[in-house]
């Protein structure tokens, strides 16, 4: 199947894929984006860093190295279109590339994904390398959700369908059939924390260990692209949100420390359920 390129971003996702690619009998080829991947990670591996926005060089490397298939993984932050770092080989996609960024995020990666097949390149999803990532159907952990736990649970699945058309975050808070708090560009670790100051200051009433952290891909999304993620800084968060506890779409969010997440939810008192679509 020759070898695997792996754009990575930040955290702890590229190296699971990259050692499920390894397990599996495939060699791979990381691409480490300057200011988000974690240097000490991607060292042991085959690797070139690479800038955001030099699509001349990142071509010019998968192919040397043979990568036909390229996974995208890891956390990047949208770049100001001025901090781009083009190349001759981007240079010609200036025009599409500033129309990618007159939309959500969602729109700006499945465009980035065309780019890439344009020129050749086969995109896989990290789930697909790495399946062990997505989260699975059922409660995970010692904690029991309760009925209105679940209630409140498809409530936030039904909100993040309806906004998915305007291309807003994966993740919701909700306490009973009330949304507390939606996620944008801040994403889900600063949502949570807004939700704890709120919390606080009186202007979230719920009693404490209520409200539910829902998890979910957009509607038609590229799943390839972007998968929504759950962590244990995730959990810490919830928990100092006053959270009962997380419910994500089985099969449809991905997570690096299944076995640390679960623990810190246990210590902490709340509850981690995948749930059907």
């Not at 042991?44 to 001349?56: K, M, N, S």
């Not at 010692?142 to 736990?149: F, G, L, M, N, T």
């Not at 994403?187 to 606080?200: I, N, Q, S």
Request: contains cysteine; aromatic residues 6%; glycine residues 14%.
């Amino acid at each position: 199947m020759g070898t695997l390129g792996i754009i990575c971003g930040g955290g702890a996702f590229p190296i699971v894929v990259a050692e499920a690619a390894l397990k599996a009998g495939r060699k791979v080829f990381l691409l480490p984006i300057y200011g988000f991947a974690e240097a000490a990670a991607v060292e042991r591996y085959p690797h070139e860093w690479i800038h955001i926005g030099a699509f001349g060089k990142l071509s010019g490397v998968l192919r040397r190295n043979g990568c036909r298939q390229v996974v995208f993984v890891g956390t990047v932050l949208r770049p100001r279109i001025s901090r781009l770092r083009v190349d001759w080989g981007s240079l010609k996609l200036l025009p599409r590339v500033l129309g990618m960024f007159r939309g959500g995020d969602d729109h700006l990666l499945t465009s980035v994904g065309r780019i890439f097949e344009e020129h050749g390149f086969e995109l896989v999803g990290a789930h697909q390398i790495a399946p062990d990532i997505l989260v699975p159907p059922g409660v995970l952990g010692a904690h029991q959700p309760r009925e209105e736990d679940i209630d409140a649970a498809h409530f936030g699945q039904e909100v993040v369908r309806a906004l998915g058309p305007f291309d807003i975050g994966q993740g919701v808070v909700v306490g009973g059939r009330r949304i507390l708090a939606v996620e944008a560009a801040e994403g889900t670790d600063l949502m949570l924390e807004r939700c704890r100051d709120l919390r606080a200051n009186g202007r979230i009433k719920l009693g404490h260990k209520s409200g539910v952290l829902v998890k979910a891909p957009k509607p038609g999304q590229d799943r390839r692209l972007d998968l929504p993620s759950i962590g244990p800084r995730t959990i810490e968060l919830a928990a100092e949100a006053g959270l009962a506890g997380v419910a994500v779409e089985a099969g449809g969010v991905i997570a690096a420390n299944i076995e640390d997440i679960v623990r810190i939810a246990d210590e902490t008192g709340l509850f981690i359920v995948g749930l059907d679509r």
